[in-house]
């Protein structure tokens, strides 16, 4: 089984600065990897696909890199919306299945 | 516009069993494999299980195989999970989750809003 990691558990950031979200998978997952947004209350959202593909109507301050095992999410300028929790989820080593990383907080510094 | 709604949560004895379903609307449903996710309370996601368009396709997680039974119905745009001998930890937010393409995509897009299973006595 694939483990994924994310580092750091909680990132503090003021609005307006930069924030980098980084994801780690055990073994190598190519690019079949996808980041998703949750705030609280909320059903996960679908963010980044292929690890650097922006999902439909998400705005270009979110950006995905890496491939491999080392992957990053970075939100450009920090807008009030963008404090939640962000997961990372691999696709490469499926069937079976799929695994997602613990997840990284976003909180307001 | 795309919607997944799911119904069937509550308070269960340990033990006991629990029928998940989602209502799929605003997509050809019978074209997209579809997906069960996890949340317990306070906790990340878990993957649950998938099935594929035509049903020919189901995996489960190590967490769940042989007590859920993921099913659809395409001719009623719905999804299940069948959940029997069920335990406390398998109290979570559970969330239906379509593939983002049709056929078969990894990754998740819609979700549903979720709805609450609780085990306990």
């Known amino acids: 089984e694939i483990v994924m990691t994310q580092s750091p558990a909680t990132l503090s950031v003021s609005p307006g600065e930069r924030a980098t979200l980084s994801c780690r998978a055990s073994q190598s997952v190519s690019s079949n990897l996808a980041w998703y947004q949750q705030k609280p209350g909320q059903a996960p959202r679908l963010l980044i696909y292929?690890?650097?593909t922006r999902a439909t109507g998400i705005p270009a301050r979110f950006s995905g890199s890496g491939s491999g095992t080392e992957f990053t999410l970075t939100i450009s300028s920090l807008q009030s919306e963008d404090f939640a929790v962000y997961y990372c989820?691999?696709?490469?080593?499926?069937?079976?299945?799929?695994?997602f990383g613990p997840g990284t907080k976003v909180d307001i510094k | 516009e795309v919607q997944l709604v799911e119904s069937g949560g509550g308070l269960v004895k340990p033990g006991g069993s629990l029928r998940l379903s989602c209502a799929a609307s605003?997509?050809?449903?019978?074209?997209?494999?579809m997906n069960w996710v996890r949340q317990a309370p306070g906790k990340g996601l878990e993957w649950v299980s998938s099935i594929s368009s035509s049903s020919s396709y189901i995996y489960y997680a190590d967490s769940v195989k042989g007590r859920f039974t993921i099913s659809r119905d395409n001719a009623k745009n719905s999804l299940y999970l069948q959940m029997n001998s069920l335990r406390a930890e398998d109290t979570a937010v559970y969330y239906c989750?379509?593939?983002?393409?049709?056929?078969?995509?990894?990754?998740?897009?819609?979700w549903g809003q979720g709805t609450l299973v609780t085990v306990s006595s």
């Open positions: 989820q691999q696709y490469n080593n499926w069937p079976p299945g799929f695994t």
């Open positions: 989750a379509r593939d983002s393409i049709v056929g078969a995509s990894g990754w998740f897009d819609p």
């Open positions: 605003g997509f050809t449903f019978s074209s997209y494999s």
């Open positions: 292929g690890a650097s």
